[in-house]
């Protein structure tokens, strides 16, 4: 039996007819009409989580792992308000999030009555679309309700997709469950309108006439990635193309873009005249620095959304358009294609630095931890997906994966990073393992993820732990302050052992080099899960040999 709630009723059914199946639940009173359709509905799973931030990353995860849209529903007041980092990171990464917030009755907002403020709008400007459904009363309100619902769920897939927000005010009593089906809600279908596609051809044509093209893949979901591996093979041809591990599901070595940067100083001669900037972000700074210090005749942004998103200063044209097409419709163009002198300097340059790369044996530290662990997946064949935490986790992924790397860039916040793995593992875990590197500070901030009952044993760990936050051992100046260890990078002594116990997680740890390297062991071939190896390493030694490994090249 299904709440007597109507409102509650005709989002269920819209919810089922949208062929939405997966949701993330949290405690509450208020919400327990949506909850309980949630979970009575035979169509969705529902996954419990208390904690609201981090079931907010955990649903997220989910819409990686499947590239559906998953429900977040919370109670009434501040729960609302946890969701919104989550909200944020899905605004900006384009994930299809439906946060559905239970609400109380309009005429008690602001009147000091429990759990009770504005939650109209409270996550704007991070969703793509809010609504409040009305308590219908009449033919006409239902039809209003039914619309509402609608639109939301068709803004999860317009203009590049997106988080949305459905509020729902539930007036007492809300413990009645005596309505025996769904009812049979009308569901508008969304077609998307198609454009002419022949001015991208011609600008696609006109980029090449370019010297010294360049093409840029920030942050791509790796469906897009897989289905353009050929066309981006293409573009090679008569492009330097540069893609992170956030835009590149080719098994080969990371690019060593921030290395040949590095190497090339103010070399004027490896500047693009031409550049396409293709995907979300990108983590490299000095990418970034150096692509505002060309000088383009002509540079080009792609974004679904059409937004002018200038990112480099140099931004002369916008196309809107999803990278896919995008992407075959630049490729068609190189056909026959003769490889471009610009092309290979860089190809030089990259090979030069590999070259380098392969030949740096670090000291101890987070930086050997992460080399050595994709050493180890090479060496015995080790299939899963990779997740990592934001700040110096991403930037050593970078350097040493040679497969695709999931991680929250749309906002760059160390919040939520665990919990995201989390969902995609619970998610996939009938299919495939997934590990997550990912700091102290990300880890310990976010350790709520680990509290949930649908914790899946396909899940690992690898903690780098340096007692703080190491990224602020990199950054030239603020070693004069007094306060950088104690007060900005969050000096600790704290372990995850304790967490591990307490969640029936297997715990392995690391103080030096031997015991990396047997307890790597131990982490991928451990027969029960999840699992994590703590590596303990000091903040110091771990920005010395950072230094080092730049100072190669």
């Known amino acids: 039996m299904y709440s007597n709630k109507e409102n509650v009723n005709i989002l269920t059914s819209l919810l089922v007819k949208e062929g939405i199946n997966k949701a993330v639940v949290c405690p509450g ?146 413990f009645e469950y005596n309505v025996p089906q769904l009812p049979n809600e009308r569901k508008i279908s969304l077609h998307p309108a198609s454009t002419d596609d022949n001015y991208v051809y011609e600008m696609a044509a006109d980029f090449f006439s370019g010297k010294k093209p360049m093409i840029i893949l920030g942050q791509l979901i790796p469906e897009v990635v897989g289905n353009t591996l050929d066309a981006i093979e293409a573009l090679k041809k008569c492009a330097v193309v540069i893609q992170e591990k956030l835009a590149d599901d080719d098994i080969a070595p990371a690019q060593p873009t921030d290395e040949v940067l590095k190497m090339i100083g103010e070399d004027e001669a490896y500047h693009p005249d031409h550049l396409l900037y293709i995907g979300g972000t990108i983590v490299s700074k000095r990418l970034r620095q150096f692509l505002r210090k060309s000088k383009c005749k002509m540079s080009i942004v792609v974004n679904e959304s059409g937004a002018c998103c200038d990112t480099f200063m140099n931004a002369t044209d916008i196309i809107q358009g999803c990278a896919e097409d995008v992407i075959g419709i630049f490729a068609n163009e190189t056909e026959d294609g003769k490889e471009k002198d610009f092309v290979s300097l860089w190809k030089k340059a990259f090979d030069k630095a590999l070259a380098i790369r392969e030949t740096i044996n670090p000291r101890f530290s987070q930086l050997l931890a992460v080399k050595t662990f994709h050493e180890k997946m090479r060496e015995e064949a080790i299939d899963g997906e990779l997740f990592y935490g934001n700040s110096m986790a991403v930037r050593l992924g970078n350097i040493f994966s040679d497969q695709y790397i999931y991680v929250n860039r749309g906002v760059n916040g160390i919040e939520g990073s665990l919990s995201t793995a989390v969902g995609y593992a619970i998610a996939h875990q009938e299919e495939e393992d997934v590990y997550c590197v990912i700091g102290d500070l990300s880890f310990f901030y976010d350790q709520n993820a680990l509290w949930n009952e649908s914790l899946s044993p396909n899940l690992s760990i690898l903690l780098l732990n340096n007692g703080g936050g190491g990224i602020f051992h990199q950054l030239s100046g603020l070693e004069h302050s007094p306060y950088r260890d104690s007060a900005i990078a969050a000096q600790h002594t704290t372990s995850a052992e304790g967490i591990c116990q307490a969640h029936d997680i297997v715990y392995l740890s690391a103080h030096n080099e031997k015991e990396l390297d047997e307890n790597l062991d131990k982490f991928f071939n451990s027969e029960e899960g999840p699992v994590l190896l703590e590596v303990f390493t000091n903040a110091a030694d771990d920005a010395q040999a950072l230094r080092d490994y730049y100072q190669a090249f």
């Open 29 to 174: 009173s208020r919400n327990s009409p949506i909850v309980h359709n949630l979970c009575t509905c035979p169509d969705i799973e529902c996954f419990p989580v208390t904690d609201e931030r981090s079931a907010g990353f955990v649903a997220l995860g989910m819409t990686l792992a499947d590239n559906d849209p998953v429900v977040v529903c919370v109670t009434s007041g501040s729960a609302l308000l946890n969701v919104a980092p989550a909200a944020a990171e899905a605004y900006y990464q384009n994930r299809p999030l439906i946060i559905i917030s239970a609400d109380r009755p309009t005429q008690w907002i602001d009147q000091q009555d429990g759990q009770t403020i504005q939650q109209h709008q409270t996550l704007e400007p991070n969703v793509r679309k809010s609504v409040t459904l009305p308590e219908p009363h009449n033919e006409e309100e239902h039809w209003f309700c039914n619309r509402l619902i609608n639109e939301a769920l068709h803004a999860t897939r317009l203009n590049g997709g997106g988080p949305v927000h459905i509020n729902v005010p539930i007036s007492e009593p809300l």
